[in-house]
Nanobody, 126 residues
């Protein structure tokens, strides 16, 4: 139905910046919202930030407010994650997720999303 492919991960030093992309294909017109999750070694997958596809409403986890920014380019079917002031604690595999249902959404719950990408590794050295 919908395919999501993340890119842009890599190795950066603490304090540096990185921009991740999530390219959507397939039945993209059915997407209501997209979000980024991350999973660090030994930890559960956690919500980072999200955005509604049409309205552009955003929601951020407290840990990334002021440092990370989510945006989307509808014409390119792509969602971006701009990460600034990176910390070693940000090291994780970052996943893009999408929800198709246009109903009440609890951003932070994994089960709320219908589609997932394969993830891209982000490593921040100290």
């Amino acid at each position: 139905q919908v395919q999501l492919v993340e890119s842009g991960g890599g190795l950066v030093q603490a304090g540096g910046s990185l921009r991740l992309s999530c390219a959507a294909s397939g039945r993209t017109f059915g997407i209501y919202a997209t979000a980024w999750f991350r999973q660090a070694p030994g930890k559960e997958r956690e919500f980072v930030l999200g955005i509604t596809w049409n309205g552009g409403s955003t929601y951020y986890a407290d840990s990334v407010k002021g440092r990370f920014t989510i945006s989307r380019d509808i014409t390119k079917n792509t969602v971006y994650l701009q990460m600034n002031s990176l910390k070693p604690e940000d090291t994780a595999v970052y996943y893009c997720a999408a929800r198709s249902r246009r109903s009440a959404l609890v951003w932070t719950i994994l089960g709320e999303y219908d589609y997932w990408g394969q993830g891209t590794q982000v490593t921040v050295s100290s």
